[in-house]
């Protein structure tokens, strides 16, 4: 089984400010890894993934996340943040070997409340 | 826009009533996920359904099931429903034709299930 953990529920940060999302997980398997967003009554959206290769992955919107094997951690991180990605955010895992079929296991999301 | 849909966007129900939620994958999707989002779970997972099988469970309660149509849409009918149940209902679909490489779950914009 896997789970995740996300070390911080609320992260508030001032415009144009780096931000981290901090991000752990644990699996006796090896994982596929995911961030998604949540925009205000919407649904999910990838932001980025990792499943093999470079450990530093670049997705959507100017976020970046690096994996970490022997931390088990996939942190979140933007050089500088606007008022549009005020949203939560999830990390996500998945055994790459189609365990569970793909099933998601979430962590509990961040809060990230971008101020002018 | 996902290309995943589901209705209804809202649903308001009583205690011990029956309801169904729709999902509608992307086209050609053969995969269908769902997951239940509520403010003390957190985000979970409840079973998956593959071409009109079940191909995993999650944290699904008894009185939840689950069925995909020959169509490739899929219901989530909850039962006897309580005041815990209220929450956030996601489907989730994904292209499982390339299975040499994993493709990313595409998510819906839920259905906001209260149970008053």
């Known amino acids: 089984a896997q789970s995740v953990t996300q070390l911080d529920s609320q992260v508030p940060v001032f415009e144009e400010a780096p931000v981290e999302l901090r991000c752990n997980y644990s699996s006796s398997v090896s994982v596929y890894l995911f961030w998604y967003v949540q925009y205000p009554n919407q649904g999910l959206q990838l932001l980025l993934k990792?499943?093999?290769?470079?450990?530093l992955v670049k997705g959507i919107n100017g976020f970046e996340a690096e994996f970490n094997k022997s931390q088990t951690s996939f942190h979140l991180r933007k050089p500088s943040v606007h008022i549009s990605d005020t949203a939560e955010y999830f990390c996500a895992v998945t055994p790459d070997s189609g365990g569970s079929n793909y099933k998601l296991t979430f962590g509990k999301g961040t809060l990230l409340t971008v101020n002018p | 826009d996902s290309g995943v849909t589901q209705t209804p966007k809202h649903l308001i129900t009583a205690t011990g009533q029956r309801v169904t939620l729709r999902c509608s994958p992307r086209?050609?999707?053969?995969?269908v996920y769902w997951y239940q989002q509520s403010l003390d779970q957190g985000l979970q997972f409840l079973i998956q359904y593959y071409n009109g099988e079940e191909r995993a469970k999650g944290n699904i309660l008894e009185r939840f099931s689950a069925q995909q149509f020959p169509d490739l849409h899929s219901e989530l009918n909850l039962s006897s429903l309580e005041l815990g149940d209220s929450a956030l209902y996601f489907c989730?679909?994904?292209?499982?034709?390339?299975?040499?490489?994993?493709?990313?779950?595409?998510f819906g914009p839920g259905t906001r299930l209260t149970v008053l």
């Open positions: 086209s050609g999707d053969l995969s």
């Open positions: 990792y499943l093999s290769g470079s450990t």
């Open positions: 989730a679909s994904r292209d499982t034709s390339l299975e040499t490489w994993y493709n990313e779950q595409f």
